[in-house]
């Protein structure tokens, strides 16, 4: 089995029909393997921001909801091999030292897919988790222009969930944010001002158009870009975000188009997901996002 540093392994329903993609996730071995999905199952950093607490939970509802949905012989496209490397096991704490030991954690898990050849998808957990999870990526590749989906700006200087690009750009060296889906309610001029100030650009549409760097991108999605009517279960629900569509298609553009070297779905938290509709949503964007980037690299 490959060792991946700080992991448990994933947790899949016990029978998975063979027709169902899950059914066919590589867990022991990535051989053949152009993908890797890694859990982090964390959400410290949005208890310390006090949100909604639950997201810890949120790699487990994934799976759960990629068990049932999707199929392993679509019509018109053949999906990339996928190895799950599992959950990236949290530090015991509950203060901003657990949660940088946490984030030392996704970073050196991250950096062992790396080294295997394999495209890095994370899903978690509270959205600070996506500064550990770059930061291993552009160690490896130099700096990233980045492209995030949700409704915040995430560029507060305090620890928590809500400062993972603000992190990107003090620590490691990202001169390029691109945002979609920016709630103007939930934002503060001085997070506007500091982001336009440190190379951001708000974009309208779907796909942006990205000047990255000779290292390329990475893509963020944040679930509460989407309208609470479609995903109740996020840390922060969007009472006007994105319909399902949107971001379906949103993703495959990216997963098909951006210049990636990572990719993330954040903020899933079963806690408050009723009916479990925004896990199915989740695994819906998942397997969109592998169409383009099965198209991508053929």
């Not at 060792?3 to 899950?22: C, M, Q």
């Not at 704490?93 to 994370?122: C, M, N, Q, Y």
């Not at 991108?217 to 679930?223: G, K, N, P, R, V």
Request: charged share 20%.
């Amino acid at each position: 089995m490959t060792l991946i540093p700080h992991t448990s392994p994933p947790h899949y329903p016990d029978a998975i029909a063979p027709a169902r993609f899950a059914a066919h996730i590589q867990q022991m071995l990535p051989v053949g393997c152009r993908v890797a999905i890694l859990g982090l199952p964390d959400d410290l950093g949005v208890r310390l921001n006090n949100g909604r607490p639950g997201a810890k939970d949120g790699p487990r509802a994934f799976r759960e909801a990629l068990s049932r949905y999707g199929v392993a012989e679509p019509a018109e496209w053949s999906w990339p091999k996928v190895f799950d490397a599992g959950d990236v096991m949290p530090a015991p704490g509950s203060d901003e030292a657990a949660l940088t030991e946490t984030h030392r954690r996704v970073t050196e898990a991250t950096a062992k897919l790396l080294d295997l050849g394999l495209f890095p998808i994370a899903i978690g957990g509270g959205h600070d988790l996506t500064f550990p999870f770059v930061r291993a990526v552009i160690t490896r590749f130099g700096p990233l222009a980045g492209v995030y989906y949700d409704a915040h700006l995430d560029v507060r200087d305090t620890a928590g969930s809500g400062m993972p690009f603000r992190r990107l750009v003090e620590s490691c060296g990202v001169q390029r944010l691109y945002n979609l889906g920016l709630d103007h309610w939930a934002n503060t001029r001085s997070h506007v001002t500091w982001f336009r100030a440190h190379g951001g650009d708000f974009c309208e549409g779907l796909l942006p158009h990205v000047e990255a760097p000779p290292g390329g991108c990475f893509a963020s999605f944040d679930l509460d870009v989407i309208d609470m009517s479609a995903a109740p279960g996020v840390s922060a629900p969007n009472p006007q975000g994105w319909t399902a569509n949107m971001a379906s298609v949103a993703v495959h553009e990216a997963g098909r188009q951006l210049p990636l070297r990572c990719f993330d779905l954040m903020e899933l938290n079963p806690a408050h997901d009723e009916g479990g509709r925004t896990a199915r949503l989740a695994a819906h964007l998942f397997l969109s996002f592998l169409r383009g980037f099965a198209a991508r690299v053929g």
